[in-house]
């Protein structure tokens, strides 16, 4: 949608809602539908050709107002996870579907489904080790528990384990920056050996400093055999499995217990909106069930027989409440479809090539990552001090801006294509600008 | 704003944002401004009077666009947080001002507030703890930590206990639903003389079942004295300390470590919007404190000095990322005034107490809790099987609807005061209309 379109759509859009405020009092209080009325009214999944904006805005009158809030919002979410665990390929397991034991949730951020699939696996544990050692108590037991990732994981995990009050400990990735399964093996055998208990890895697909992929054929069996959480998060590099191209990226999945990616981060959907699956939704219900009085009431016997689903998504997360995030993924799902959303990534993996040899053809830089998706890590060939340098008069001259990162004692710049309206042209202008910034810096720097 | 207005400015706001896109080329990619640049530009406090939509409107490309997302985001919410504070008269230790050691921030949910209060308490009172016996290892002192909240709190509590590890008890509330003092002294004596460690005690003002306060001025001091730390959970009841007449309710806030409520429950601020004070911000930061490379480089050595604040609010919540929530705080709390918030605040108490009247006129029904402000509790008089066929004759006519509770073992059914735009008249409406059902139901009932 373009700039044109969008007023004309946005117009559109701020009518509809003053109708709806004008004449609110014309409505039902509460839905008629019963729980489980949307998913016959839409597809299976997400459509593979654009659909117009009048397409997708007649159905929310047709498909989402006679269910409200409650249940359309809960029902539209489980629906569109399932359409997007399609796009991705998404083993059967993690679906909802009409009956299946797995689904899909929105969440706010990596964070949070790091946080919950953390949760999920320390009651689970902690439940499994009272049965088989009944003479630990649950202190006894939090005391032992750890958590893994690798050392080139997001913050986040390391905070995750923070919350949860167990203890996190790195696993080296290899010489790609990668964790693979002899690594993970290694720090397991040690810490089993000392009395510990491991519970949770967190693989990552897609690393925030260099987008680096751990290698989930190896560490998912590991995980299996060993009763260990595999979460996997690919905030990031998620997106891009909805290409055939770069879906065998996330081959391993199978053995996980729950996957993440952000759909804010990389398919076109507005902040926030961070798709979880997991393959059991009875290990989270486990984790957090509580049933107050009131909600149960609410919920069962008052004869409002609405929200069984919300309900139930309110052991999903950290709050109560929840917005209506599901319906941004309607709108980009349909408005783009599975075609359009493929352009969008494919040209960003493009350029993010187009930059890498721009890079090296220029002798005095160098490539410090293989460049997979949209990042390329780069750097002049010489000192940490230089790069500095170089960063400093890049972001203080304030026509592109560039976020560094180590690659273990290597300062590295970090391209990153993030722009849904970026060009080419975009590219050279940016390289051209690093190129000049780099001659100047290197004279100067020639000069002391 | 009417329905009108909102079409006009809608319309505006849909041309300010095509402008943006179509015009982004031209604007400069970072920033240019000092961390602590908005707070000169803006007043000191929420305006008294209303302002028109333009003034606020002219000041986004003022005020906000300069400081692009960082820091403008996160400098607005540091100021309409303690704008708030202000309007509530909370103490000048939780804000933030140019110095202060305290300071708010805008969380999700009231769930999320409890969750962070809680972590930052476990973590001060195990550093306290490690120091006064080092014998004991961070695994004993967490299996002996417990939180407290009334048998009246909110669900949220003992969910943000169970994601901590610790264990939690309620405590029993008295004849108004109201915890006091002694109630928490007696819990507190018996486990502190079985080895547990009290650390965190969450008061509620305004608790769901039935709008009850929990004694603060009687709970603060032990608290103090018991290094427990106080949190309050005034999520819904909290919007109506903006009125001098309901301010005494907040009395003891001074005893608090920190205090939540949601502007998004009844101060016209969309959700979501959950507004959390704390004296010492550093207990925040220290209970999360992590510091990744590539965030360290981004805010420290790479010469971008923005998001020093935005990099601190990074510790006082779970997730990373965060929307631009206090732009819509800013919103409402100029177009309103602070005049135009109290009158809506008071016009709903005066509904509820119109409610509470009409009721108390009718002989065959009971008024359940003291009306303090927008909330009635009502059944009536007669058996629980009763008053839950009366809920399923009201939910089923879906005129009006509500949701019910239970206070001890008494079913009630709970008419809370929402809408916007809700008038006399519609009290009349509800009343008639449960007063017309409860007349059918009570023949039927002799009938059988």
């Known amino acids: 949608m373009d700039a044109a379109e969008f007023r004309k759509r946005g117009k559109e859009m701020v009518d509809y809602i003053a109708d709806y405020l004008e004449k609110i009092e014309k409505r039902q209080v509460f839905p008629d539908v019963e729980p489980g009325y949307l998913r016959p009214l839409i597809p299976d999944c997400a459509p593979q050709d654009p659909e117009s904006f009048e397409d997708v805005f007649k159905d929310i009158e047709k498909i989402i107002m006679p269910g409200a809030a409650s249940p359309a919002c809960t029902e539209l979410e489980t629906v569109m996870l399932d359409w997007l665990g ?67 994981a997001h913050s986040s995990v390391e905070r995750a384990a923070l919350i949860g009050g167990v203890k996190i400990k790195n696993v080296s990735s290899d010489d790609t920056f990668s964790v693979c399964g002899s690594a993970l093996k290694k720090v397991l055998d040690e810490d089993k050996a000392s009395g510990l208990i491991p519970f949770f890895f967190c693989a990552t697909l897609g690393t925030t400093p260099c987008c680096s992929f751990d290698k989930l054929l190896e560490l ?48 076109l959907v507005n902040f926030d909106c961070s798709a979880m699956w997991v393959k059991k939704r009875s290990d989270l219900t486990g984790a957090f ?81 293989e460049v997979v998706l949209g990042l390329v890590c780069f750097r002049l060939k010489g000192s940490n001090e230089l790069n500095k340098a170089l960063l400093k008069s890049i972001n203080e001259a ?51």
Chains 1, 2 share one sequence.
Not at 97 to 102: A, C, F, I, R, S
Not at 233 to 255: M, Q
Not at 303 to 332: M, T
Request: proline share 3%.
């Open 289 to 369: 069930k509580l049933e107050p009085l009131y909600l149960q009431h609410h919920h069962q016997e008052s004869g409002n027989f609405i929200n069984k689903l919300d309900y139930y998504y309110f052991h999903w997360q950290i709050p109560l409440g929840r917005r209506f995030r599901s319906l941004k993924l309607w709108f980009v799902l349909r408005m783009y479809g599975v075609t359009g959303l493929q352009e969008h990534i494919r040209k960003h993996v493009r350029l993010s090539h187009q930059f890498e040899h721009l890079v090296l053809q220029d002798e005095r830089f160098e490539i410090c990552a």
């Open 398 to 448: 304030k026509k592109i801006h560039l976020v560094p990162c180590h690659l273990r004692e290597t300062f590295v710049l970090r391209f990153a294509i993030c722009s849904r309206t970026v060009e080419s042209t975009h590219i050279k202008f940016a390289w051209q600008h690093i190129s000049q910034l780099a001659t100047a810096l290197l004279k100067t720097w020639e000069e002391l």
């Open 86 to 152: 399609k796009m991705i390929n998404l083993p059967e397991e993690f679906l909802a579907g009409k009956d299946g034991q797995g689904g899909g949730v929105i969440q706010g951020s990596a964070s949070e489904a790091t946080l919950i699939s953390l949760l999920a696996a320390r009651t689970k544990t902690i439940r499994r080790v009272q049965l088989e050692k009944p003479e630990l108590t649950e202190a006894d037991i939090m005391g032992r528990l750890v958590a893994y990732a690798s050392d080139q």
């Open 220 to 267: 998912g069996p590991i995980c299996n055999k060993e009763n260990i959480w595999m979460h996997i998060d690919a905030a990031y590099a998620g997106s891009a499995f909805i290409c055939p191209e770069f879906r065998h990226l996330l081959n391993g999945v199978e053995f996980a217990d729950s996957f993440n990616f952000n759909p804010h981060k990389w398919l």
